[in-house]
C-alpha cells in the first residue's frame, strides 16, 4: 500500500492563528500574575501593617499579638460573600474547577472569574491564609484564554488549548518555570498529546517566561547547588519518595474529610471560610511564619536555615491550617503548601538519610510530594529543577518523585485534583494512549471491491428489488455504480418511495453526492463520519473526483484494530523457552563410542 498519506501528526491550517492567540494570552497571564502577586502584597500590609503598601512582607513580621487570630476570620468573611453574592466557582484551589471547565464545559469560563478569583485569592493570602499563589493565577489565566476565545470564532477544543495556555502561562509568569508549566498542561490539563495544543501552550509559556523576566526578573527562584550525590543515596531515595507518598496520600485524606465535615455544618457554606480561618488564626499566633506563601520559609527549608525543631512544628501547624482552610472551600492554591510541607519533611529525614548532602533531601521531598500529590511526575521534577537550577539532582528528584507517585497510584484511587470533581459526579481517567482507530486507516480494514455487492445502474427498479430485496435480502443498502463509478447508495426507504417500475435505478438517488470514505483516512476519522451521519457502512473511493468504488467500510469493520489492540493487552504469549531445548540434563551420562 502507498504510504505516502500516512503521516506522525494530523494536519492543522489553524494552528498558526491559534499560536499568535495563544502567544497573547502568554501576555496577558503575566499581567494578570503582576496584578495577583500586587493584589496579595497589598492586602498583606493592609490587614497586618495597616499600610497602604505593595512592598513584598512577610506576615510572620507582624505585632497584633493574639488580635492575628481576627485577621484571618476577616479575610474568610469577605470572600465569602463575594463567592455567594458574586461568582462561587472562585471557591477551591483552581485546578480542579480549569479540569472542569475543559472536560465538561466546553472549555467556557465567565468574566467573573477572570476578576473575582484574584481578588478573593488576594484577599484570602493576604490575610494570612496558608496558600501559594499558584491554583488562583491558573485558573485567572485559564479564564483569560477561556474569554478570549470566546470573541474568536474557534473550536471548543481550540478554545480548550487556549485556556490551557492561559494557565500554564500564569504559573510560568508565578515560578519563572515553563517547561515545568507546559508538563503541568500536559500531565493534568489538556488530556491528549497534539501539536494542535501542545505547541500554542507551549508558546505561550515561552512568551510568559520572557515577559515575567521584564516584571519579575530573570533568574531560579530558590536558586542552589548540592554535591553529586553517591550511591547510597538510592536506598535514601526510596524511604524519601515512600514517606512523600504517605504524606501526600495522607493530606489528600485528611483534606476531603475536613471537606466531609464542613459539608454537615448546619449553615450555609458562605461561612464557612470564616470558620476554617478560625484554626488558620491560631495557628498564625502559635507559628508566624506558616501564614501566607511563604515563598521565604521554602528558601530557608532549601538552604538549611531553620532548625530541625522549628521545621517539624512548621510542618505540623502548616499541615493542619492548609488542610482545614482548603476544606472549607476558601479560595487559595496547593503548590506552595506541598512545596513547604515536603521541604519540611526533608528538613526532618536530612540527618538519617546517608549518600547526599543534606541540603539535597529537603528539595527531593518537596517534589516527590508534590508529584504524588498533583499526580504529575514530571511536572514536579522539572518544577524543582526550574525553582533551583541544581541540575546535580536531577537523579535524587527522578527516583524519590517516581516511587512517590508509584506509591499514592497504588494507595489513592483519585489525585487531590481529580477527587472533587468525581463528587460532582464525574470521572476523569488519566491514563493516556493512542487510540488504535488513529494506528490504522480504512484500506486496512475495509471489504475490498471484488467482495462487494453492488448494482449496476442500467437495471430498473423492478430488477433491483426482485433481485437484491427480497426475502433473502443479504444487506441493507447497496452501492450502485456504472463502469465501477459510485453514484449513490441505494437502501429500501428509497424504492419504496413512488417510482414507476420500469424507471432506471440510478433515478431514484438523490441528487446530492454520496457519502464516501477514502482509503487513506484514519479508522477514527470515517468512524466519527458514520456516527455523525448515523450510517452503518460507507463505500470507499479511490478520489473525491474520480469517485471509483474501491471497497465498502462498516461499523463492524472499525473494530478490527480493537481486537488487536485487546489481544495486545491481554494475550500473553512466550516465544522463547527459558531453558535450550538441547540442554543436557544435569548427570545425565555423556554417550561415548
Known amino acids: 500500500m502507498n504510504a505516502s498519506h500516512k503521516r506522525d501528526f494530523a494536519t492543522n491550517d489553524r494552528l498558526p492563528r491559534i499560536s499568535l492567540l495563544a502567544a497573547v494570552i502568554g501576555v496577558l497571564s503575566t499581567i494578570a500574575a503582576f496584578v495577583l502577586l500586587g493584589l496579595i502584597h497589598l492586602f498583606t500590609n493592609l490587614f497586618f501593617f495597616h499600610q497602604f503598601s505593595f512592598a513584598d512582607r512577610s506576615p510572620a513580621g507582624n505585632t497584633l499579638g493574639p488580635w492575628v487570630i481576627a485577621v484571618p476570620v476577616i479575610g474568610g468573611l469577605i470572600v465569602g460573600f463575594i463567592a455567594r453574592y458574586g461568582s462561587d466557582k472562585i471557591r477551591g484551589h483552581g485546578i480542579p474547577e480549569a479540569i472542569e471547565a475543559i472536560l465538561f464545559g466546553k472549555s467556557r469560563m465567565s468574566p467573573k472569574v477572570a476578576i473575582l478569583k484574584p481578588l478573593s485569592s488576594g484577599i484570602v493570602i493576604g490575610s494570612g491564609g496558608p496558600f501559594g499563589a499558584e491554583g488562583p493565577i491558573i485558573m485567572t489565566g485559564g479564564a483569560l484564554g477561556s474569554l478570549l476565545a470566546q470573541t474568536v470564532k474557534v473550536t471548543a477544543a481550540e478554545r480548550k488549548t ?20 507546559v508538563l503541568l498542561a500536559v500531565e493534568l490539563l489538556l488530556f491528549e498529546w497534539r501539536p494542535r495544543s501542545f505547541l500554542p501552550v507551549a508558546l505561550a509559556c515561552a512568551v510568559a517566561g520572557f515577559a515575567r523576566a521584564i516584571v519579575f526578573g530573570a533568574g531560579p527562584l530558590f536558586p542552589m547547588t548540592t554535591p553529586v550525590p553517591t550511591a547510597s543515596a538510592f536506598v535514601s531515595c526510596l524511604v524519601a519518595g515512600l514517606l512523600s507518598g504517605a504524606l501526600a496520600s495522607g493530606l489528600s485524606v485528611a483534606l476531603y474529610k ?5 459539608g454537615k455544618l448546619p449553615v450555609h457554606w458562605m461561612w464557612w471560610p470564616a470558620i476554617g480561618a478560625v484554626v488558620v488564626g491560631i495557628g498564625g499566633w502559635i507559628e508566624p511564619r506558616a501564614l501566607g506563601v511563604g515563598y521565604d520559609v521554602i528558601g530557608d527549608l532549601l538552604h538549611q536555615h531553620i532548625a530541625l525543631q522549628v521545621a517539624l512544628a512548621l510542618l505540623l501547624v502548616k499541615a493542619v491550617m492548609w488542610v482545614i482552610a482548603l476544606g472549607s472551600g476558601t479560595s487559595g492554591g496547593v503548590l506552595a503548601p506541598l512545596l513547604m510541607l515536603g521541604a519540611g519533611l526533608g528538613t526532618v529525614l536530612a540527618p538519617v538519610l546517608p549518600g547526599g548532602d543534606p541540603a539535597l533531601w529537603p528539595l527531593v521531598c518537596m517534589a516527590a510530594t508534590l508529584g504524588a500529590t498533583l499526580g504529575a511526575p ?36 483519585r489525585s487531590i485534583m481529580t477527587e472533587k470533581i468525581a463528587r460532582r459526579g464525574y470521572h476523569i481517567y488519566r491514563e493516556y494512549g493512542v487510540d488504535p482507530l488513529e494506528r490504522h486507516y480504512v484500506g486496512e480494514v475495509m471489504t475490498p471491491a471484488g467482495k462487494v455487492v453492488t448494482i449496476d445502474a442500467s437495471l430498473s427498479a423492478a430488477e433491483v428489488e426482485a433481485r437484491y430485496f427480497n426475502a433473502s435480502q443479504a444487506h441493507r443498502a447497496y452501492p450502485i455504480v456504472r463502469d465501477g463509478r459510485l453514484l449513490g447508495v441505494l437502501d429500501r426507504a428509497m424504492l419504496d418511495a413512488p417510482h414507476a417500475a420500469d424507471a432506471p435505478i440510478a433515478s431514484l438517488l438523490p441528487d ?51 481486537l488487536q489492540h485487546f489481544d495486545e493487552e491481554h494475550k500473553r504469549e512466550r516465544f522463547r523457552p527459558i531453558v535450550p531445548v538441547n540442554t543436557r540434563r544435569v548427570g545425565t551420562p555423556r554417550k561415548t563410542g
Open 378 to 413: 514530571l511536572t514536579a521534577i522539572v518544577f524543582a529543577f526550574g525553582l533551583t537550577h541544581d541540575a546535580n539532582a536531577f537523579l535524587p528528584l527522578l527516583t524519590a518523585t517516581l516511587v512517590a507517585h508509584g506509591f499514592a497510584t497504588v494507595v489513592m484511587k
Open 162 to 181: 487556549l485556556l490551557v495556555a492561559g494557565a500554564a502561562a500564569g504559573m510560568t509568569a508565578v515560578f519563572g518555570t515553563p517547561v515545568a508549566a
Open 258 to 262: 475536613v471537606e466531609d465535615w464542613f
Open 512 to 562: 446530492r453526492q454520496p457519502s464516501v470514505a477514502m482509503s487513506e483516512e484514519t479508522c477514527r476519522l470515517v468512524a466519527t463520519r458514520l456516527a455523525v451521519l448515523g450510517l452503518e457502512r460507507l463505500p470507499v473511493v479511490d478520489n473525491a473526483q474520480a469517485q471509483r468504488l474501491i471497497g465498502i467500510v462498516a461499523r463492524s469493520d472499525l473494530i478490527k484494530p480493537a
